[in-house]
Nanobody
Framework: VQLQASGGGLVQPGGSLRLSCAAS????????MGWYRQAPGKQRELVAA???????NYADTVKARFTISRDNAKNTVYLQMNTLKPEDTAVYYC???????????????????WGQGTQVTVSS
């Protein structure tokens, strides 16, 4: 199973970006999907996460500015980022805590899958 993130880039303060992360493989189901970020010299931190049923939680620093959503049919999670600030600059990583893979009559559960990261830079 792989997670492929996209949508990062350079944006001015106050601007918007939409990140996408698609999971690929023989996927039967995916657990919680989330976005983390890591700024230079800082630890990776949770930005937002969403369950398969659509329940979401956010870091206090992004509440009311970021919105996480997912399309279970496409095995994709999104992060709409509005009113971006310079302090949002970081590499953003998608993550899922659990993926159930189906191969014919067999199944395999994989835990803790990370995407490759996409750079978001907020600067004038």
């Amino acid at each position: 199973v792989q997670l492929q993130a996209s949508g990062g880039g350079l944006v001015q303060p106050g601007g918007s970006l939409r990140l996408s992360c698609a999971a690929s493989g023989s996927i039967f189901s995916i657990g919680v999907m989330g976005w983390y970020r890591q700024a230079p010299g800082k630890q990776r931190e949770l930005v937002a996460a969403i369950t398969s049923g659509g329940s979401a939680n956010y870091a206090d620093t992004v509440k009311a500015r970021f919105t996480i959503s997912r399309d279970n049919a496409k095995n994709t999670v999104y992060l709409q980022m509005n009113t971006l600030k310079p302090e949002d600059t970081a590499v953003y990583y998608c993550h899922t805590d659990r993926v159930l893979l189906q191969y014919g009559t067999s199944s395999v559960e994989v835990f803790g899958v990370w995407g490759q990261g996409t750079q978001v830079t907020v600067s004038s």
